[in-house]
């Protein structure tokens, strides 16, 4: 049996609703992961609103400007981004738990390593954010870098090098603080 390809399933999805039903099998797991790393409280509603939206803009799918995957990952990136300018538009009260709704707050709290995510966090925060975006989208997601190059909209050859140099200047900060902290806890 000959499987469908994600790109001919969008593309025909065009003509045939019906035809987009197994995008929303075969990927859902994967934007509710990335929507549940970056806004945990809010990932199933904002999955819901990732598939309306993809299903409304569905005929505006181009292959020839990256994978029907890379696409998805872009829809929900802008979903993402919409959510986001909502809660900043909106007062916050302050929280008792002390929780935020900046979702770099929370990653240090999901890292396995507990006492790298300190620092692996401000390492992270010091990134140029479409350089932070590049290495998430391809460390979390499994994005190859040409289809997380068509989720933030540059050329690959762009991103490959912007994701070269977000993973030598988070290596060099990570080497960096780690030499520091143990001068200190030897000192």
């Known amino acids: 049996m000959v499987r469908v390809t994600d790109d001919e399933l969008l593309g025909g999805a065009a003509r045939d609703p019906a035809a987009f039903e197994p995008l929303v099998a075969r990927h859902s797991t994967a934007l509710h992961g990335y929507l549940r790393r970056r806004a945990p409280a809010a990932a199933d509603d904002l999955l819901a609103e990732v598939w309306l939206q993809a299903f409304a803009a569905r005929r505006t799918f181009d292959a020839s400007r990256g ?62 954010a479409v350089e932070r975006e590049l290495l998430l989208l391809v460390a979390w997601e499994q994005l190859t870098p040409t289809e997380a190059a068509a989720v933030v909209g540059i050329p690959a050859g762009t991103a490959r090098s912007r994701l070269h140099r977000a993973r030598t200047r988070l290596r060099r900060g990570l080497t960096t603080s780690t030499l520091t902290q143990l001068q200190g806890d030897f000192a």
């Open 67 to 128: 994978s029907a995957r890379a696409w998805l990952f872009g829809v929900t990136r802008k979903v993402l981004a919409q959510h986001w300018q909502q809660l900043a538009r909106a007062p916050q009260p302050p929280t008792a738990d002390g929780i935020s709704t900046d979702p770099w707050q929370a990653v240090d709290q999901r890292l396995d390593a507990a006492a790298a995510g300190k620092r692996l966090r401000r390492e992270l925060s010091e990134l140029p």
